[in-house]
C-alpha cells in the first residue's frame, strides 16, 4: 500500500505544485501560517489529494513531511533533515503555528528530552502555538513516548495535544497491515482532526456555510427572484449550482436565482444543490427545495 501510496504522490505531484500559488495567495490574504512537520506516517496526508485539500482548509500550509524524519538522532535512511535540523533550515519560513507529527522512528528512551529540545527550539524560533499529535500504540513503546508528549504539554502553555492514538482507535481500516501506516481514509482522517483542531483553537478561518435554508415559492410564467446568502468564510463568495434548476431560472456567480421559470412540471417541487466558494478557495454546499405554483 505504502508503494501505491507513493505512486499516487507521482502522479499528483502536478497538481500539489499547483497549489503553491494558492498557499501563497493565502498567506496574502492574512490567513495563519501553518508548519506541519511529519514523519512517514504523516507523509500520507501530503501523498493524497483531498487530505491535503482538507489540512489546508482556512490556513496557509507548509507540509514538511518525509519518511524516517526522527526528532533529532540522525534520521534514519533516507536520512531527512530532523526536526531540529528543519527549524534551522526554515528559519522565518517557519509558521507562527507549528502541528508535529513525529515519533514512530525515535529511540524510546531519548524521546522525552529530545522533544523537550524541538519545543526549546521552537520557542526560541519564536513559534507561538505547538499543536502534538500522539502516537498510535500498536507497540508499547509508543504509550511511554505519548506519556511524554502529554507531560511537556502539561508544562507549556504553548502546546497543544491532538489525540490521533484515542481519534484512530476504534478505526484499523485507516491503517496499513502495520497498524500505523495511513490509507486513503487514514490520511483523511488525520487531516480532519487536525483541522477540526485548528479551527477550534481559532487558527484556521471557518469555510463558508449556506446560510440560506429555504425558498420563497414561485408561479410558473411569472418573474422569480432570490438571493442565496452565505456565512463564514472569507468574501467575496461565488455561487454555482449541482442539479437541475426549472427551465427558465438561472443561478448567478453572485448568488442570485432568477429569471421567469416556465410552467411547473406535476409535482412542482424541485430539489438541487448549491455551492458557495469563498475567497479562500473554500467550499460550502446545501440541497434546497424550490416549489413552483402552476
Same mark, same amino acid.
Given at each position: ?203 484556521? @478561518?471557518?469555510?463558508?456555510? /449556506? ?7 414561485? %408561479? #410558473?410564467? &411569472?418573474?422569480?427572484?432570490? !438571493? *442565496? ?39 412542482? @417541487?424541485?430539489?438541487?444543490? /448549491? ?7 473554500? %467550499? #460550502?454546499? &446545501?440541497?434546497?427545495?424550490? !416549489? *413552483?405554483?402552476?
Amino acid at each position: 500500500m505504502r508503494r501505491v501510496l507513493q505512486q499516487l504522490a507521482v502522479a499528483v505531484g502536478v497538481l500539489i505544485s499547483a497549489a503553491v500559488p494558492l498557499a501563497a495567495a493565502g498567506a496574502a490574504r492574512g490567513l495563519e501560517h501553518v508548519t506541519f512537520i511529519g514523519d512517514s506516517v504523516a507523509s500520507s496526508v501530503r501523498d493524497v489529494p483531498s487530505a491535503r485539500a482538507r489540512l489546508a482548509q482556512g490556513i496557509d500550509l507548509d507540509l514538511e513531511v518525509e519518511p524516517c524524519r526522527r526528532l533529532e538522532t540522525e534520521s534514519c535512511p533516507p536520512r531527512p533533515p530532523t526536526v531540529l535540523d528543519l527549524v534551522h533550515q526554515l528559519g522565518s519560513q517557519l509558521g507562527p503555528v507549528v502541528v508535529l507529527a513525529v515519533g514512530y522512528n525515535d529511540p524510546e528512551d531519548l524521546y522525552a528530552s529530545e522533544l523537550a529540545d524541538v519545543l526549546d527550539a521552537f520557542a526560541t524560533a519564536k513559534v507561538k502555538h505547538v499543536f502534538l499529535l500522539t502516537l498510535r500504540a500498536v507497540r508499547h513503546p509508543y504509550l511511554t513516548m505519548n506519556d511524554a508528549i502529554r507531560a511537556e504539554a502539561a508544562k507549556r502553555a504553548d502546546v497543544s495535544i491532538i489525540d490521533w492514538n484515542l481519534y484512530s482507535r476504534s478505526h484499523p481500516e485507516w491503517f496499513q497491515d502495520d497498524g500505523l501506516h495511513l490509507t486513503w481514509s487514514g490520511a483523511i482522517a488525520m487531516a480532519t482532526l487536525v483541522n477540526k483542531q485548528l479551527l477550534a483553537a481559532g487558527i484556521a @478561518v471557518p469555510g463558508p456555510r /449556506v446560510s440560506t435554508a429555504s425558498l420563497p415559492a414561485g %408561479v #410558473g410564467g &411569472r418573474p422569480y427572484a432570490a !438571493r *442565496l446568502r452565505a456565512v463564514s468564510g472569507t468574501a467575496t463568495y461565488r455561487w454555482s449550482l449541482l442539479g437541475r434548476l426549472p427551465l427558465g431560472l438561472h443561478l448567478q456567480s453572485s448568488g442570485l436565482l432568477a429569471g421567469t421559470p416556465r410552467r411547473a412540471d406535476v409535482t412542482g @417541487v424541485y430539489t438541487f444543490v /448549491v455551492r458557495v466558494i469563498d475567497a479562500d478557495d473554500q %467550499v #460550502g454546499t &446545501r440541497k434546497l427545495l424550490l !416549489r *413552483l405554483r402552476r
